[in-house]
């Protein structure tokens, strides 16, 4: 073995270390993030509704005292338990730590916040030193693949809080998905260093790849917060009926600390809207670089397909939004089924789907 092969394998050897450490920082930003939604306040919104709910008891418990003393039949209207936004109001999440957490729970939370950050620098580390053992773009397989994009989606929630947005809320699912698609790269998708296949040579790994890892990354964002949208949207709802079902003690312990479902669905919104251009390039890039590698822009290829199928149904959704009687949940499905194309274009075709572009490595 030549010095420069044994140089290579050291560094990717410091890789996985440097990809472990960050999976156990990462477990204890998630035990750090677990314990601020424990003790942390609720949300403003879940605040409000906690107090309007209080007031409604009370004002019933009076109304039946003063009948029973013989004081006459009062007759009190229940007040209404606004939870939802106002559509020309500038809502912003007001999760934990957003808006006047508890000290405790804020403690934990920025202790989430740091061990996040020393996570992804380790993290990062992992991937730039896999970059620097394969002497490539740190992106020519499945495993590198995944830690990339959970690298990038990190990357985009810290920029969020550096920006001074209250996305806290969003660390506990990030880092618990982060965890598992880590775990599955390491475990399950882990290919050694290895150098690409002949069609793989060209700058346009660099450019067709780098753009689909950050529009999955940024859609993931948007995805999550989709998903607690439909969540807390029907919490919400059963909070306005209060001669209906009302939601249980562990679904309120929870729900009630994420943002009001305005929010979430504005935040899943604008990260959607914001990024579907990117994946529009995405595709266009990959038309390019089939010419340039096979001699053909478009072959329906089932990542191809697939990448097609993803970009219709973000159409759809972004669609929908703009057509009145498809905002709110039905829009919000239209926006799961979405990412869930842009996850089978990634594992199902990849894995189970021979084709031009079948680079799992597994």
Request: net charge positive; hydrophobic share 50%; aromatic share 12%.
């Amino acid at each position: 073995m030549n010095l420069a092969a044994a140089a290579n394998e050291t560094l990717a050897h410091q890789s996985n270390l440097l990809v472990y450490s960050a999976m156990a920082v990462y477990t204890l930003a998630f035990l750090a993030h677990m314990a601020e939604w424990v003790f942390g306040s609720r949300s403003k919104v879940g605040r409000t509704a906690a107090a309007l709910t209080a007031e409604a008891k009370a004002s019933a418990s009076v109304s039946v005292t003063v009948a029973q003393k013989g004081g006459g039949t009062a007759v009190l209207e229940r007040p209404k338990v606004v939870t939802k936004a106002v559509g020309t109001s500038r809502d912003v999440p007001d999760g934990p730590g957003a808006h006047g957490g508890t000290e405790k729970g804020d403690l934990y939370g920025r202790i989430a916040i740091s061990l996040t950050v020393l996570a992804w620098a380790l993290h990062v580390g992992g991937v730039l030193t896999r970059a620097l053992s394969v002497q490539r773009a740190p992106w020519g397989n499945m495993y590198e693949f995944s830690t990339t994009f959970a690298a990038v989606a990190v990357t985009f929630y810290l920029v969020l809080l550096a920006l001074k947005k209250n996305v806290r809320w969003i660390g506990l699912p990030l880092v618990t998905t982060v965890l598992l698609d880590l775990g599955l790269a390491v475990s399950v998708l882990y290919t050694a260093s290895d150098q690409l296949v002949p069609a793989l040579h060209s700058y346009w790994l660099w450019i067709h790849v780098s753009c689909a890892i950050i529009s999955g990354a940024v859609l993931y964002l948007g995805a999550v917060a989709t998903l607690l949208y439909l969540f807390r949207d029907r919490y919400e709802a059963k909070l306005a009926d209060p001669e209906g079902e009302q939601p249980g003690a562990f679904a309120t312990s929870v729900l009630e600390r994420l943002p009001s479902a305005a929010s979430l669905d504005k935040f899943a919104y604008r990260i959607n809207a914001t990024v579907f251009p990117l994946w529009t390039f995405t595709i266009i890039a990959g038309a390019i670089w089939a010419e340039a590698a096979w001699g053909r822009y478009w072959g329906w290829d089932p990542k191809e397909v697939w990448s097609f199928i993803t970009w219709v149904a973000y159409a759809c959704y972004l669609h929908a939004r703009a057509t009145a009687g498809w905002k709110g949940r039905k829009a919000a499905v239209l926006g799961l089924i979405a990412f869930a194309c842009y996850l089978f274009n990634y594992y199902g075709v990849n894995i189970f789907v021979t084709g031009l572009h079948s680079y799992a490595g597994v």
